[in-house]
């Protein structure tokens, strides 16, 4: 082994000059942009991976210390009764909607249904009093924007887990290897709970970040390739104006507690309608948020996701435009 140490430190050597010397050459036009590229990915990611230890945290109490008969028993039997109180858990758990899908898989994994989790999924980012607060801020009640996100966001959640409660075998709605370990008892995957913890936060961990690493590469790429002012110059129509905002939502990934500030400037070029699409379209269905999703639901589930949150927000941003 050490006989080849020499000749292999040198070929090394040299396809790193190598490396570098081609970098230089044909990289040297795309160098501001792939400082973009790096500088806004590595934003979204710092930004979003405080949220995704304290959700993988919360989910990790939930399934450990907290046990599955009380998780249960005070909600109503009435799955639209349950599910109208399930979308309020924001209001008390007020995580970002990173934070919140490994939290939505804590609640699976103490047996909440597929259709109860996702309301709470969806609802989460919207209701909870952080996002309310700063939307308020940015906003007031000029135009019913903070009323309109807030109502329309909770009707979504809603709507979606009502539909997801329908299907025959909600299983399917699950990747296979989520939902295997949903299967496990706690009892079987650890001796004690600490050692549970421990395993929780490895698995929660290994599954998550490389998605929301993923994520924040894809979203920083289109945010780089797409220019801003091409999504400015549509912001006078009804209908266009509404697509732009949700297709800029979906690219920039910004965190639903701070994305009212985000948008704020787009105020005096956008209607009122197309700002309330762009504050409920992005904290459900965003890329970030779709690498994320892609942990625990099918791709199918999640295509039905986004085209369900999508003609909803579509509608209202719509109507609202020709109301207000």
Known sequence: MRKW??????????????LRSWSNQNLEPFRGQLQDLFTLSLALLVESLPFIVLGISLAIVVQVFIPPSWLHSWLPANPFARRAIVSLFGIVLPVCECGNVPLARGLMGRG??????????????IVNPITIVTTYQAFGFDNGILVARIVGGYVIANLLGWLLSRHPDPEKLLTTRFARECKVAPAEKSTSKWEQVSSLFISESTALMPA???GALIAGAIQVGVPRETLLALGSDPLISVL???????????????DAFYILPFAQTFLPGSIVAFLVFGPLIDVKMVALLRTTYTMRTIGLLAAVVGLASLLLGTVMNSVV
């Open 5 to 18: 140490a020499p000749p292999l430190l040198l070929a090394g050597l040299i396809a790193v000059i190598a």
């Open 112 to 125: 909440y249904s597929v259709g109860d989790s996702l309301t709470f999924l969806l609802a989460a980012p």
């Open 212 to 214: 929301l690493t993923v």
């Open 244 to 258: 732009a905002l949700m297709a800029l939502a979906f690219v920039i990934s910004v965190c639903a507690s701070v």
